[in-house]
């Protein structure tokens, strides 16, 4: 019930392209869903985060879909740029009860010039 | 990575070996939580630990592994007697006393077991 379940693992995406990576998680309880950027030989930063209170949330270039009811959340990023070559992670916790972050496997994400 | 410091960056042992992992949180957190991860692999939660004390060790291994955060200094990640399945990068990450809130990630350990 803890799983975080993340797809497709890589993904290549021409410059000026849409990233799409889904994430699908089982516990009901789960209700705080960040993304983190990781870049090679650094540590995950934060990207962008959505609670189940809203479907959608936009931030620049990003925005994270959320479906309650299907227990399913994406990451979408419009106009992908090369310097957005790197692995995104999806996580879920229960957030007010400051339990441990899942996270997804992760997706590469290489953006072509 | 808002200031979360974690030595050594690499870190080299022989098998039997031990191996030590710091991990300074951000100044005023008292939250830590470890995370391995294996090459072309995720982030496997590790333990959660708030000053002095072990919240969640769920994700430790067993034997050989074992995690502390005292009242003055960092949190330390000890592993004894280290087998090549341990090379991995260790990742520390942190946040506030407020339970909702932004995990911030050091730049990880990296541990070669040779």
């Known amino acids: 019930q803890q799983q975080v379940k993340q797809s497709p693992q890589s993904l290549i995406v021409q410059k000026g392209g849409i990233s799409i990576i889904n994430c699908a998680y089982e516990?009901?309880?789960?209700?705080?869903f960040p993304w983190y950027q990781q870049f090679p030989g650094k540590g995950p930063a934060l990207l962008i985060a959505i609670r189940p209170d809203v479907s959608e949330k936009k931030e620049g270039r990003f925005t994270i879909s959320f479906n309650k009811s299907a227990k399913q959340f994406s990451l979408h990023i419009m106009d992908s740029q090369p310097g957005d070559s790197a692995t995104y992670f999806c996580?879920?916790?229960?957030?007010?009860?400051?339990?441990?972050?899942?996270f997804g496997e992760g997706t590469q994400l290489t953006v072509n010039p | 990575n808002a200031g979360v410091m974690q030595n050594p960056r690499h870190l080299v042992r022989r098998r039997g070996q031990e191996a030590r992992l710091r991990c300074s949180p951000v100044?005023?957190?008292?939250?830590v939580y470890w995370y391995r991860q294996l090459p072309e692999e995720g982030l496997k939660f590790m333990v959660y630990?708030?000053?002095?004390?072990?919240?969640?060790e769920s994700g430790m291994p067993k034997e050989r592994f074992s995690a502390e955060f005292p009242k003055e200094g960092p949190s330390i990640l000890r592993i004894q007697q280290v087998v090549r399945g341990d090379s991995a990068a260790y990742f520390c990450a942190t946040r506030g006393t407020k339970l909702s809130g932004e995990l911030f990630f050091g730049e990880g350990s990296r541990l070669t077991v040779l």
């Open positions: 516990n009901t309880a789960f209700d705080y």
């Open positions: 630990l708030q000053k002095e004390n072990i919240i969640d």
């Open positions: 100044k005023g957190h008292s939250h």
């Open positions: 996580a879920a916790n229960e957030e007010t009860s400051g339990s441990r972050l899942t």
